[in-house]
């Protein structure tokens, strides 16, 4: 089966800052990933899919990229609303195995 | 509106046998894939399986195969996920979520059954 790693596993930045997390398929995946948001007590929430499609409603500072192995989301511009924890998750076929998530906090 | 609803919280022992619902409301129940989603206490979200309950098709992420069952019933668009024996690192929130039209990524999650096995 193929393994999300992403990276790094937290971090922490001041609101503006530019952050950016890594999500890593262990076999080509095409654009087939998604990324979900969880803020503390949550319930996960969907930001993006087809690698870069924002969903609806979620704001243009957040940005997905990638394709094959090698994927990244990026917060333009930090806000204290985003802190929460970031999973990346494959869906082109079962089992659609989730990365292990990155915390991000504010400095 | 899409709605996915979740049947409450659990205490259970060791042993005992659990069955945890999610009842879909706003769709058409028999169209669109079901999965289940575990969270341990400050852990990551594990992707246990999905059911297709028009026509009961399941797949199992292999680290839930034989451990948990997923089912549905679509006359009453409700699907299921059950343990025959608990253990104590079952205890966990479980999520049920839906894709969407255009692919398998979750855009609708129910609200989460916390399940505590304890002694």
């Known amino acids: 089966d193929i393994q999300m790693t992403q990276s790094p596993s937290s971090l922490s930045a001041s609101v503006g800052d530019r952050v950016t997390i890594t999500c890593r398929a262990s076999q080509g995946i095409s654009n087939y990933l998604a990324w979900y948001q969880q803020k503390p007590g949550k319930v996960p929430k969907l930001l993006i899919y087809?690698?870069?499609t924002l969903q609806s409603g979620v704001p243009s500072r957040f940005s997905g990229s990638g394709s094959g192995t090698d994927f990244t989301l990026t917060i333009s511009s930090l806000q204290p609303e985003d802190v929460a924890t970031y999973y990346c998750?494959?869906?082109?076929?079962?089992?659609?195995?989730f990365g292990g998530g990155t915390k991000v906090e504010i400095k | 509106e899409v709605q996915l609803v979740q049947s409450g919280a659990e205490v259970k022992k060791p042993g005992e046998s659990l069955k945890i619902s999610c009842k879909g409301s706003g769709y058409s129940f028999t169209s669109y894939w079901i999965g289940w989603v575990r969270q341990m206490p400050g852990k990551g979200l594990e992707w246990m399986g999905i059911?297709?309950?028009?026509?009961?098709?399941?797949r199992y992420s292999p680290s839930f195969q034989g451990q948990v069952t997923i089912s549905a019933d679509k006359s009453i668009s409700t699907a299921y996920l059950q343990w025959s024996s608990l253990k104590a690192s079952d205890t966990a929130m479980y999520y049920c979520?839906?894709?969407?039209?255009?692919?398998?990524?979750?855009?609708?999650w129910g609200q989460g059954t916390l399940v505590t096995v304890s002694s």
């Open positions: 998750q494959k869906y082109n076929s079962a089992p659609c195995t």
């Open positions: 979520a839906r894709p969407d039209d255009y692919g398998d990524y979750l855009v609708y």
């Open positions: 087809a690698a870069s």
């Open positions: 059911i297709y309950p028009g026509d009961s098709d399941t």
